[in-house]
C-alpha cells in the first residue's frame, strides 16, 4: 500500500533520488566556535538539514534538586525551529521532541567524564533550523563537537549517522523521501575510538541480516563524519598552536 | 609495545590516542585507557622524555591551591562570605580569612567589610574533595578592589595577559598608569580615569584574541601610547 | 557586574564614549545573509555586532479574523532560547519574549508594510495567514533591532508557495513566484540611556547598565509606526524630539540593507 504522495520509486537506475549510491553520506560540514556567548558550540550541515548545538557549563545547578554528588547533570533539549520543516511546526516542546532529547543524552552521556565535575550541569542545546531528515544524528554529531569546544573532558567524540531501507535497497543517510515513504530507518552513534555503540533506534521492519549490514554501514560512515569532526575542532584551535610556547612556558603559574 | 602516535605541540581532540605503551606517563588532561594514553580535552600535546602532557586550549576555570583570583560576593552567611569566581563552584570566604583586622560580630555587620556585589582579589588556600574552595584575602597583596572595571577573558589566555615573568602585565601598567590585577580565573581589575581603564581593557582583548601572533608586544606598545581625547 | 559596570558606563559617555570605541550614535558593523533556510518562504539572518538573529517566514491558509474577513493575518512570535544566552531559561515565551514579538509586530501592522487585503483568497472563508518566528542565535545587545530587521528583510524575500483551490490546502513544497506583497519598509531603531547620556545599539553589557531604552519605527517619510520604552529610568520631552529625528536618520541607513 503506498502512502499519499509517495514517489513512484525511490531507486532508479540504481541511484537514489538525489543521485547518490547506496553507501554514500550526504555532503557534510562542520563548523565549531559559532555562538560567542555560549561555552562550547557548532552547526553541522547534512545536505539540507541544519542543526546548531550550544554547550553552557559545567555550571551551578538550578533547579538545587537536580544536583548530584558525584557526577554532572547532564541536560539535553532538542528543538526545532518552527520554520524548519516544510509546514510550519508550533514552537515548543513536543512528544517527539522530548524523546529525542532523552535518546541524545543516552548517545553523549558515555562519552563524557560526568564524574569530574561533581553537584554541577551541563546544558546542551540543539536547534534544529532546517529539516531533510537525520536531524537528531545531525543534532548528536553538532553536540559531541560543542562539548569538546566548550573544553568538557570527555573519552572520546560521538559521531552518528542514520542508515535503512527503501525500495528494498539498504541505504546509508535516508533523506527525506526515503525516509517517510522507505521501509525502515536506524539512527545509530559510537564513540569511533572503541566503535561502542551509544544510539541504536529502529523503526519498520528489518531482519537480522540486514540490520547488522547496516551496523557495519554506519560504523564505516560514523569514521568519516569523525574526521570532519576532528578537522573542524582542529581549525578552530589551529591559530593557538604558535600561542604554544608562551601557553607552556608560563603554564606552571608565573605570578605577577 | 610501546609507540608514540602524537607530536610535541600537536592539537589534539578529547579520545585522540597520543602512545600506546606503559612506560609513557599521562599529564594535564590526558588519560590512560589499557595500554594506551588518549586526550581527554581539546589542547596541545607537550612531551618531555616519558611524561606526555595535555595542555587545555578551553574549559572553564577549575581553582587550584595557591591560584590568586577574582571573586564577586554573592552572598554574605553567618561565619562568611560566598563569592562566584567564574567556575562552576562556588568559593568560601570564612570569616577568619577576611581581613587582618578582628571583626567583632556583636558591634558590627559583615556587609561593612565586603557587601555583596563588591569585588575581591584572593588566594585559594584549599579544595576539599567535594570541591568546596576556600579562599583568603587576608594577606597582602590580597585585599577588596574599590571602583574601576572588571572584564573577562578566556583563563586559557591569562599566562599571556601575565607574560613571562610578568612583562606583559606591567607594560599594560607602566604605559597606562593604571593599576591592573588579574586573576587566574579570568577576570582582570583595571582601576584608572575611564579612557585609560577602556584602553586597558581593549588592548587586554586584542591580547586575548591576537595571543597567537607576532609582534603582538609592539602592537600592544602602540595601542597604550595612543593619547587619550 | 552590575556594581562596577553602570559607573564605568556612565563616565565614558560623559565624554562621548563607548566600551567598544564606537561613536554614541553608531551601529556596531551589519551583516546580513538572505534566505539561509531552504524549509521557510523567506528567511534571513541579521548579525548586529556579535549579536545574531534568525527570522522565518512560513505561510499558510485560514479562516480570516471576523473583524477583518478580507484581509491575510499576520502573526509575530519570539522564542528566547537559552542557546544564546547564559541567563535565559527554557519555557513558554516570558515577558521579554513577548515584548521583543510585539514590538516588531506592531512596527510592521501599523505601518501597513504588508498589503493584506492582497492576501485575501475567499472573503470570510481563506485569507493567507504570514507567521514571522523570531530566534536569537545569539544575544550581545538589542535584539529588537537585529530581529525587526532580519523580519524586513525576509518578509521582503518571502515567496508565496501553491495553494490547491480545489482540496483547499497549501501545497508547503511548491513555491509560486509571487512575493509578498509589500507597501512599506519600516525601521526599527533603538536607544540606551545612562545617567542622561543617550547612545544607539545597545550591547549586552550596555544593557545591563541603562536607565531607560527607547525604540521607535520610522518608515521612509519619517512617519512612525511604533513607539517602545523600557527599563525603570525615564525620557524627557526634549529627548523623545531629539531621538524622534535621529531614529529616522539611523532608520535609513538601516533600510540599506533591503535592497
Known amino acids: 500500500m503506498t502512502k499519499v504522495g509517495a514517489p513512484e520509486k525511490l531507486i532508479v537506475n540504481g541511484k537514489r533520488l538525489d543521485g547518490r549510491k547506496f553507501d554514500e553520506l550526504r555532503e557534510l560540514k562542520v563548523k565549531a566556535g559559532i555562538i560567542p556567548n555560549a561555552d562550547g558550540s557548532a552547526e553541522v550541515t547534512l545536505g539540507e538539514t541544519k542543526v546548531v548545538a550550544a554547550v553552557y557549563g559545567p555550571r551551578e545547578v538550578l533547579p538545587r534538586h ?25 514552537p515548543g516542546p513536543s512528544r517527539r521532541s522530548v524523546e529525542i532529547s532523552k535518546v541524545i543524552k543516552d548517545a553523549l552521556a558515555p562519552a563524557i567524564f560526568l564524574e569530574k565535575y561533581p553537584k554541577t550541569k551541563i546544558d546542551v542545546y540543539l536547534e534544529v533550523t532546517n529539516a531533510n531528515a537525520g536531524t537528531r544524528t545531525a543534532a548528536i554529531n553538532a553536540a559531541s563537537v560543542a562539548l569538546a569546544d566548550a573544553g568538557i573532558e570527555m573519552r572520546d567524540l560521538v559521531a552518528s549517522v542514520a542508515a535503512g531501507k527503501a525500495d528494498g535497497e539498504l541505504l546509508l543517510d535516508l533523506f527525506e523521501p526515503e525516509d517517510n515513504f522507505g521501509e525502515a530507518d536506524m539512527p545509530f552513534a559510537m564513540m569511533p575510538r572503541t566503535k561502542e555503540i551509544t544510539l541504536l533506534q529502529m523503526d519498520g521492519e528489518l531482519s537480522k541480516d540486514e540490520i547488522m549490514r547496516l551496523v557495519e554501514m554506519n560504523t564505516k560512515a560514523c569514521e568519516q563524519i569523525y574526521e570532519a569532526q576532528k578537522a573542524a575542532l582542529k581549525e578552530k584551535f589551529a591559530t593557538e598552536k604558535e600561542a604554544v610556547q608562551e601557553t607552556i612556558e608560563n603554564s606552571e603559574g608565573d605570578k605577577q | 609495545m610501546e609507540k608514540l602516535y602524537a607530536n610535541d605541540r600537536d592539537v589534539v581532540v578529547p579520545g585522540e590516542l597520543l602512545a600506546e605503551g606503559m612506560e609513557y606517563l599521562p599529564a594535564g588532561k590526558a588519560f590512560r585507557d589499557g595500554e594506551k594514553i588518549h586526550a581527554s580535552t581539546i589542547g596541545i600535546v607537550s612531551i618531555k622524555g616519558r611524561v606526555l602532557k595535555v595542555i587545555p586550549l578551553a574549559g572553564k576555570y577549575m581553582p587550584k591551591k595557591g591560584d590568586a583570583i577574582i571573586g564577586r560576593i554573592t552572598n554574605i552567611g553567618h561565619s562568611g562570605w560566598t563569592l562566584d569566581v567564574n567556575s562552576p563552584y562556588n568559593a568560601d570566604m570564612n570569616i577568619g580569612e577576611a581581613t587582618q583586622e578582628y571583626i567583632d560580630l556583636a558591634r558590627t555587620d559583615m556587609s561593612k567589610y565586603f557587601d555583596i556585589g563588591e569585588y575581591v582579589i584572593a588566594e585559594v588556600i584549599a579544595i576539599s574533595e567535594a570541591k568546596f574552595i576556600k579562599i583568603s584575602a587576608k594577606h597582602r597583596p590580597y585585599r577588596k578592589l574599590k571602583g574601576g572595571n572588571i572584564i573577562e577573558v578566556s583563563p586559557t589566555k591569562i599566562p599571556r595577559i601575565i607574560g613571562k615573568q610578568g612583562s606583559m602585565i606591567n607594560l599594560l601598567k607602566d604605559m597606562s598608569g593604571c593599576d591592573v590585577v588579574v586573576g587566574q580565573n579570568g577576570w582582570v581589575w583595571i582601576k584608572g580615569t575611564p579612557e585609560k581603564e577602556s584602553l586597558v581593557a581593549k588592548a587586554i582583548k586584542t591580547i586575548e584574541k591576537e595571543s597567537h601572533k607576532k609582534g603582538l608586544t609592539d602592537k600592544i606598545k602602540q595601542m597604550l601610547s595612543e593619547v587619550s581625547k | 557586574m552590575i556594581q562596577t559596570l553602570k559607573p564605568f558606563m556612565a563616565a565614558l ?85 513577548v515584548e521583543l514579538a510585539r514590538v516588531v509586530d506592531r512596527g510592521i ?151
Not at chain 3, 49 to 64: F, I, Q, R, S, Y
Not at chain 3, 130 to 142: E, K, Q
Not at chain 3, 174 to 200: H, Q, R, W, Y
Open chain 1, 66 to 90: 537536580l544536583s548530584e554528588p558525584d557526577r554532572a547533570y547532564l541536560n539535553v533539549i532538542y528543538t526545532m525551529i518552527s520554520f524548519s520543516t516544510s509546514e510550519r511546526v508550533r
Open chain 3, 109 to 259: 501592522r501599523e505601518s501597513h508594510a504588508i498589503d493584506v487585503e492582497k492576501l485575501c483568497i475567499v472573503p470570510k472563508e481563506k485569507v493567507w495567514m504570514i507567521f514571522v518566528d523570531i530566534y536569537p542565535m545569539n544575544d550581545d545587545g538589542n535584539l529588537l533591532d537585529a530581529a525587526a530587521l532580519a523580519a524586513m528583510i525576509a518578509l521582503k524575500k518571502a515567496v508565496i508557495p501553491k495553494y490547491d483551490e480545489k482540496e483547499g490546502q497549501v501545497l508547503h513544497k511548491e513555491l509560486t513566484k509571487e512575493k509578498l506583497p509589500m507597501k512599506a519598509l519600516p525601521m526599527l531603531t533603538t536607544f540606551g540611556k545612562i545617567n542622561g547620556s543617550i547612545f544607539v545599539d545597545p550591547t549586552r553589557r550596555e544593557e545591563k547598565a541603562l536607565d531607560s531604552r527607547l525604540s521607535i519605527a520610522t518608515l521612509e517619510d519619517g512617519t512612525v509606526s511604533a513607539m517602545q520604552k523600557g527599563g525603570f529610568g525615564t525620557f524627557t520631552q526634549k529627548e523623545i524630539a531629539e531621538l524622534l529625528e535621529l531614529s529616522a536618520e539611523k532608520g535609513k541607513e538601516l533600510r540599506k540593507f533591503l535592497k
Open chain 3, 13 to 97: 559617555l560623559a565624554k562621548q564614549m563607548r566600551e567598544d570605541g564606537r561613536g554614541v550614535f553608531d551601529y556596531r558593523p551589519i551583516e546580513i545573509e538572505v534566505n539561509p533556510i531552504p524549509r521557510a518562504n523567506g528567511s534571513a539572518r541579521v548579525k548586529i555586532g556579535a549579536t545574531e538573529v534568525l527570522v522565518g517566514v512560513k505561510m499558510d491558509v485560514a479562516k480570516p479574523f471576523p473583524d477583518t474577513p478580507d484581509e491575510g493575518v499576520l502573526m509575530v512570535n519570539a522564542e528566547l532560547s537559552p542557546l544564546a544566552n547564559p541567563e535565559f531559561e527554557s519555557g513558554p515565551p516570558g515577558p521579554a519574549a
